[in-house]
């Protein structure tokens, strides 16, 4: 696992980051700025570890856990909070995922990520994904929630060919909310018994779906 202490930042000059354990990722703070972050729980989770500063500052974002990612609002630390322009996720346990993000956020396919990783002879080594990370996906009946405190969210299908860029499995429900702005939802699926909600706290805001919103 890597656990970061509440209080500690892994900070750089706009390059990517890079995180992977075989179990639990436990953070406390990301800067990125301009760069991507990667994120991996092999079997898993993807938590908050502390409120002292937002967990993840980037341009995009994307995590891969075998377990969950975040926490209900009220449970431990809560959900993850975020920075980020936009987002690539996928939780295979039976919570799902809960991320609240500060500002405008698109739902679409993320990089690679490429980072540098130093061997034990002082050398070099490239660390890639092999391909692009595309929607937001919870299966095991893993609920989905995303929320934006300011700025649009918009959800798109991202560089694959499913025709959504939310996807839920099981009895897990979806909560897209958000904050101020407008939401726009350009393909939503709910393959289970769950339930779905689209929403937004400002009266004068829109809530735009372009394209399917579907449940079993």
Do not use: C
């Not at 406390?28 to 908050?48: C, E, N, R």
């Not at 660390?127 to 996906?137: F, G, K, L």
């Not at 009946?141 to 798109?156: C, D, E, K, P, Y």
Request: hydrophobic share 40%.
């Amino acid at each position: 696992s890597i656990t970061m202490a509440n209080g500690v930042r892994t900070m750089t000059h706009n390059a990517n980051v890079r995180y992977q354990a075989q179990m639990d990722v436990a953070l406390a703070s990301i800067v990125a700025s301009t760069g991507h972050v990667s994120l991996t729980a092999t079997t898993g989770d993807i938590i908050d570890h502390g409120d002292t500063h937002v967990e993840v500052i980037a341009a995009s974002l994307r995590m891969w856990a075998g377990g969950n990612i975040g926490e209900a609002a009220g449970s431990n630390y809560g959900h993850l909070d975020t920075s980020v322009d936009t987002i690539s996720a996928y939780a295979s346990g039976s919570m799902g995922l809960f991320v609240t993000n500060s500002q405008a956020l698109t739902v679409a396919e993320v990089i690679t990520v490429a980072v540098k990783r130093v061997d034990s002879p002082a050398g070099l080594v490239d660390r890639v994904h092999i391909a692009n990370q595309s929607d937001v996906e919870t299966i095991n009946g893993g609920t989905i929630v995303l929320v934006t405190q300011s700025g649009n969210l918009t959800v798109t299908n991202g560089g694959d060919t499913d025709g959504t860029g939310i996807n839920i499995t099981g009895a897990g429900h979806v909560l897209l909310h958000n904050g101020q702005s407008d939401v726009a939802v350009q393909g939503l699926g709910q393959r289970g018994s769950g339930h779905i909600r689209v929403s937004t706290e400002d009266m004068a805001a829109t809530l735009y779906v372009q394209a399917d919103i579907m449940t079993s």
